[in-house]
């Protein structure tokens, strides 16, 4: 739940139910399909030019896959390696979206779901600490005896979890890791922003917790970006928040780059500063952009009814289609694959 402070969400939400409302009567004009995006399968993001992978799955002609778990959880494939980037299944209802965000609120664990969905792992990187990136990468690690990156914070975690310390690499930004046929880059990231420019359950661990079990027990940690580059060529950037330091990734020219964009209107000029900093990327996954409060059953939403149009998919698909016209914007269900 990571965007922003308990504080701006009342002030928001206030907010968006009144315009809500006073929008009634126009929306109802138009085709209730259309609109309700509640059922449709109209993926946010399709209306402004975004693509979906298709019953193809895409071409698959990179040799590289990408699987969405909802939230900012990924898995990418690419020869016999599996990277994880941020995998969390184990949503609940914190109440954070309903204005009874609950810092003590105990992490469940789904097991059954992470089972089905993670069968092995060679590398789990860490965007940054919060509960929604984080909770469920102790037990996955133990599960697939993965390599976990991450910041000094995620480390300690990962330690009072009793994953083993032979497989926690603590990085800090600037590292440069090569592996056989590919290479990780760490770059240091910065948490986006809510309206008061400040967001939640902040904060380091110095030193090893007890094991973490609730949502406050996880702080942020610092977050860090990552760039794979597979076989010298094909390179892919990792964000797991909507803010960056321009300096610290001026110059990657990713392939794929997964950006996340809830609440990028804080930050000066966030899309067209990214987009050139990375040389406007041939693909654009959008990423951390659902509710991530709602159940898997139900298809993938965006928080526009939470926070209108800084959480409104169509709106930022829209800006990075006038910026950077020859990217391919893919939105993904939970669950789904895609392969450029
Ligand atoms: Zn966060």
Redesign the pocket.
């Known amino acids: 739940m ?2 922003i402070d308990s504080a701006s969400l009342s002030s928001l939400a206030e907010g968006v139910s009144r315009r809500r409302f006073l929008g009634a009567g126009l929306v109802a004009g138009l085709t209730a399909a259309a609109m309700d995006w509640g059922t449709s399968l109209v993926l946010p993001g399709v209306a402004e030019g975004a693509e979906t992978p298709g019953a193809s799955g895409g071409p698959g002609s990179a040799g590289v896959s990408f699987k969405w778990f909802g939230t900012d959880g990924w898995e990418i494939t690419f020869g016999n390696k599996t990277i994880l980037f941020d995998p969390w299944f184990s949503r609940f209802d914190s109440g954070f979206f309903t204005g009874k965000f609950n810092p003590n609120a105990t992490l469940p664990l789904d097991e059954a779901l992470i089972g089905q969905h993670v069968k092995k792992a060679d590398h789990i990187l860490i965007g ?1 600490g ?1 509960w ?2 984080m909770a469920d990468v102790p037990y996955i690690a133990k599960k697939t005896n993965a390599m976990v990156i991450g910041s000094e914070t995620h480390a300690n975690v990962m330690r009072a979890a009793g994953v083993p310390e032979g497989k926690i690499v603590q990085v800090k930004g600037g590292e440069y890791m090569q592996f056989d046929g590919y290479t990780i880059e760490v770059v240091p990231g910065i ?2 922003m809510g309206p008061t420019k400040k ?2 359950v902040p904060g380091h661990l110095y030193h090893v917790p007890s094991a973490p079990t609730k949502i406050g027990d996880l702080p ?1 940690g610092d977050s860090l970006i990552y760039t794979i580059t597979i076989g010298g060529k094909f390179s892919i950037f990792l964000m797991s ?1 909507a803010n960056y330091n321009e300096r610290a990734i001026a110059g990657l020219k990713p392939d794929v780059a997964l950006i996340a964009s809830i609440f990028s209107n804080q930050i000066h000029d966030f899309t067209p500063r990214l987009l050139r900093a990375l040389n406007y990327p041939k693909i654009v996954l959008p990423t951390h952009w659902d509710n991530f409060e709602a159940p898997f059953s139900a298809p993938p939403r965006d928080l526009r009814d939470t926070f209108g149009d800084p959480a409104n998919l169509d709106l930022w698909v829209k800006e990075v289609k006038q910026l950077s016209p020859k990217s391919q914007i893919v939105t993904m269900k939970y669950f789904e694959s895609f392969a450029p």
């Open positions: 990571c965007f940054h919060h929604d990136h948490h986006s967001h939640a942020e928040t």
